[in-house]
């Protein structure tokens, strides 16, 4: 839990994610000054001012682009949807964009797809301007930092052309927050959250009259538990069926995540994606820094899965010579000297990881995507200072929204957007006392019980937040019946947590979604 609040501190953005990207913020400004009180003269307009949490109307905008090769003319729709308990009593104000295609006269042949990142704490800033919606913040391709100020471009690669779009930012995220009086902790914890955002999909479901189209999510980081824990909740609350749940660089089971004393299987997790920061600095051995990315990632989750895993079971019982053994194999798949992996114990967190590997350049490598290099202010200690791929691309998305909502939707309001919001902690995880977070279980029962639900699991060779083994090994325990397996797959991609800001990335993972809807969305 130390490391994990460490995480906290250190990012100011997320996981995307699960393993903690939440940020702090700063006390509103009321509290900072005096309490006004109105003036008796105050003019009757200002005595009939909005409550701050009332209901407006959504703000629509009409466009056309060039997506997927064709011209599309879209609808945007920015607002929000207020959230009440059975007995009509507003909980909360859910904010959300929405896109649809025009000109469709049947929407039982048009997918919609519900759109959210993670944290938790995240906005859906992440999914919505840098892989899936008609417009994307430019980043370079060459793990560069952009240079301010920040500009967006049309996405030709938007999933706009194969499906509608909502994007959510759950409560207290965006410009969603609960209503007035009510209490922010109904909304911030897994079941929590599930349940607020299930009633979201569910009442945009029905306002908007799309409960005979074909549904999917696509989820971020933490997104990936959420659609996972949504899968189940869908079902058994709503008897929401879906079509294909989307995680991108996600994580379903904490344990593959979490670097702890009595938990091996986070280090097997992490060292594959550990040999493919190597082999991108160019820190391995010649014949393994020959090998294609590809290559080099098999084999290395070939040893992870064998010998050491099979050394980490031991503990201690493991004898001297099988130990120095392990880790000469270990260093030359990470880059780090046998002696480093010795004096760990043959188990190096990603804090140590990323500090040690550019050690000597006094360099560091990022969190979310270690093409991304930090400097640090000095050469010791075992944690880096902070995440540079964070640090690099989260001022960019955070510009880069706040102008496209009233520049080009024309949606404004008061309030700050909260890209990353602080505000959600602390989490409430209480349902998995004395166990690892994990939804793996609630995932498996809605694929049994739906057979036609279908995961495609997207992963980033370079993201050492939510490593690409980690997914795998979810997805090879899961514990699917044999006929049903060959419904969760997964692709991999050269790029970090958010593999989309790198272009060719991109491109594939556009080309692998448009398999993966025409196989999944059943429509005739």
Not at 99 to 121: A, H, M
Not at 327 to 347: K, W
Not at 394 to 399: C, D, L, N, P, Q
Not at 497 to 507: A, N, R
Request: hydrophobic residues 35%; neutral net charge; aromatic residues 12%.
């Amino acid at each position: 839990m130390r490391q994990h609040l460490r995480h906290l501190a250190r990012t100011g953005f997320i996981l995307g994610m699960v393993c903690g990207i939440a940020a702090t913020t700063s006390l509103p400004s009321r509290l900072w000054a005096a309490e006004e009180k109105p003036s008796q003269n105050a003019s009757a307009a200002e005595k009939e001012k909005k409550p701050e949490h009332e209901e407006k109307e959504p703000v629509v905008t009409h466009h056309t682009m060039k997506i997927g090769g064709q011209e599309i003319a879209f609808t945007a729709t920015a607002g929000r949807i207020a959230q009440k308990a059975d007995d009509g009593k507003e909980k909360a104000h859910v904010f959300f964009v929405a896109y649809t295609k025009d000109g469709v006269d049947d929407v039982s042949q048009r997918p919609v797809t519900f759109c959210f990142n993670g944290g938790p704490g995240s906005s859906s800033v992440w999914l919505h301007l840098g892989m899936a919606g008609p417009w994307k913040v430019v980043i370079p391709d060459d793990a560069s930092t952009p240079r301010p100020p920040f500009t967006l471009e049309a996405n030709p690669h938007s999933l706009l052309d194969l499906t509608d779009l909502v994007f959510i930012d759950p409560v207290s995220t965006g410009y969603s927050r609960p209503a007035e009086g009510e209490k922010k902790e109904q909304f911030h914890g897994y079941e929590e959250d599930i349940h607020s955002v299930a009633q979201f999909i569910h009442d945009y479901t029905t306002k908007y009259g799309r409960w005979s189209s074909p549904k999917f999510l696509i989820g971020e980081s933490y997104g990936g538990i959420r659609a996972a824990g949504l899968s189940g909740w869908l079902q058994s609350r709503y008897k929401l069926e879906l079509n294909g749940a989307i995680i991108i660089s996600g994580v379903i089971n904490f344990q593959t995540i979490r670097f702890q004393p009595t938990n091996d299987l986070a280090y097997i997790s992490f060292l594959p994606s550990y040999a493919a920061t190597a082999w991108y600095h160019e820190k391995l051995p010649q014949d393994l820094q020959a090998l294609s990315l590809e290559k080099l990632t098999a084999e290395a989750e070939e040893f992870a899965a064998g010998a050491y895993a099979t050394a980490l079971l031991k503990g201690t019982a493991i004898s001297a010579g099988e130990k120095q053994v392990i880790a000469r194999e270990y260093a030359r798949f990470t880059g780090l000297s046998p002696r480093y992996v010795q004096g760990a114990n043959l188990r190096v967190s990603m804090d140590r990881f990323a500090k040690e590997l550019l050690r000597s350049q006094r360099r560091t490598v990022g969190r979310f995507d270690s093409r991304f290099v930090g400097i640090d202010h000095d050469t010791v200690g075992g944690e880096y200072e902070y995440d540079a791929s964070a640090a690099a691309i989260s001022g960019a998305f955070t510009a880069a929204m706040n102008s496209y909502l009233r520049e080009t939707l024309n949606y404004t309001e008061d309030r700050v957007y909260e890209v990353v919001s602080g505000n959600v902690h602390p989490w409430n995880y209480d349902g998995f006392q004395n166990r690892y977070v994990d939804a793996s279980e609630t995932l498996r029962q809605a694929m049994i019980k739906n057979p036609y639900l279908q995961v495609f699991a997207a992963c980033g060779y370079y993201d050492l937040a939510t490593p690409s083994f980690g997914m795998e090994l979810t997805r090879t325990h899961l514990g699917l019946a044999p006929e049903r397996a060959g419904n969760f797959r997964m692709a991999y991609y050269q790029g970090g947590h958010m593999m989309y800001i790198y272009e060719p990335s991109l491109k594939k993972l556009h080309r692998d979604l448009t398999k993966f809807y025409a196989d999944t969305a059943n429509t005739r």
